[in-house]
T-cell receptor
Framework: AQSVTQLDSHVSVSEGTPVLLRCNYS??????LFWYVQHPNKGLQLLLK??????LVKGINGFEAEFKKSETSFHLTKPSAHMSDAAEYFC?????????????FGGGTRVLVKP | KAGVTQTPRYLIKTRGQQVTLSCSPI?????VSWYQQTPGQGLQFLFE???????NKGNFPGRFSGRQFSNSRSEMNVSTLELGDSALYLC????????????????FGPGTRLTVL
């Protein structure tokens, strides 16, 4: 079985300051890990993905995440927050061994960006 | 390429009714997955269809069902609606996935917001 825990349900940052969203996962096998973003009344957009290649993954809009197997973590960071980053972010795990697609989502972190 | 489309975008139903939601995947994508999003339970996997066959299933009651057509379009059906079925239903499509090869990115549609009164 696999699971994901997002350690903060809400994060508030000032525009121009760094953003850190924390995620821990549990997976019995080789996981694929993702971060998705959801803006209000919109679908989910993939920010970045880890699939056992480089442990530091760069995504869109200046986001990056580091896969740390020893800590079972996949934290998302951005050096400088922008107002448009205000949204809900989901950390997601999938089992690479399994045929088919089944994503397990974390509870989400809602990001507020203050001017 | 057009993205994943879902129809309708909004639905209002009453308890006991049934509802059918539709999803058209990105052209060339043969896998379609459905997810339910609620404030209390978050995002939960419903089921996945590939080549007109259900390949994975989440932990939902039998009132939730789906199907996929030969053109990869998918529908999900919820019978005997309950108040707790009010949610945003998201559909996602991806290219063929094979175990051990790596993960194919899932592309999500905008969702259908279902309200059960």
């Amino acid at each position: 079985a696999q699971s994901v825990t997002q350690l903060d349900s809400h994060v508030s940052v000032s525009e121009g300051t760094p953003v850190l969203l924390r995620c821990n996962y549990s997976s019995s096998y080789s996981p694929s890990l993702f971060w998705y973003v959801q803006h209000p009344n919109k679908g989910l957009q993939l920010l970045l993905k880890y699939t056992s290649a480089a442990t530091l993954v760069k995504g869109i809009n200046g986001f990056e995440a580091e896969f740390k197997k020893s800590e079972t973590s996949f934290h998302l960071t951005k050096p400088s927050a922008h107002m448009s980053d205000a949204a809900e972010y989901f950390c997601v795990v999938s089992d690479q061994r399994a045929a088919g697609n089944k994503l397990t989502f974390g509870g989400g972190t809602r990001v507020l960006v203050k001017p | 390429k057009a993205g994943v489309t879902q129809t309708p975008r909004y639905l209002i139903k009453t308890r006991g009714q049934q509802v059918t939601l539709s999803c058209s995947p990105i052209s060339g994508h043969r896998s379609v997955s459905w997810y339910q999003q609620t404030p209390g339970q978050g995002l939960q996997f419903l089921f996945e269809y590939f080549s007109e066959t259900q390949r994975n299933k989440g932990n939902f009651p039998g009132r939730f069902s789906g199907r996929q057509f030969s053109n990869s379009r998918s529908e999900m059906n919820v019978s005997t609606l309950e108040l707790g079925d009010s949610a945003l239903y998201l559909c996602a499509s991806s290219l063929v996935f094979r175990a051990g090869v790596g993960y194919n990115e899932q592309f999500f549609g905008p969702g259908t917001r279902l309200t059960v009164l």
